[in-house]
């Protein structure tokens, strides 16, 4: 069983993963976060899945830049 400190509110969530509120929201309705629903709360965020983000872009590569005046960009597409 999961203890009730295993889950957070969406506005610490957000401070933890440097976002906002409303992306952590979407996080949650895309499962990518996953949350307990209260039907007359806020739903509240599971620790350990904000924790599963933080590891996964702990590991993500870095990537330096060339030079100062050098912008690099990084289009990601998740449809198939």
Do not use: C
């Not at 590991?59 to 005046?69: E, H, K």
Request: hydrophobic fraction near 50%; avoid cysteine.
């Amino acid at each position: 069983m999961v203890s009730q400190s295993s889950y957070i509110s969406i506005k610490d969530a957000a401070k933890q993963l440097h976002l906002a509120s409303a992306t952590v929201k979407q996080w949650i309705a895309a499962q990518v976060l996953l949350a307990r629903h209260n039907p007359t709360e806020e739903p509240e965020v599971f620790v350990g899945s904000i924790s599963t983000i933080l590891e996964e872009k702990r590991v993500l590569p870095i990537i330096d830049p060339v030079a100062t005046d050098v912008l690099k960009i990084a289009i990601v597409e998740d449809d198939l």
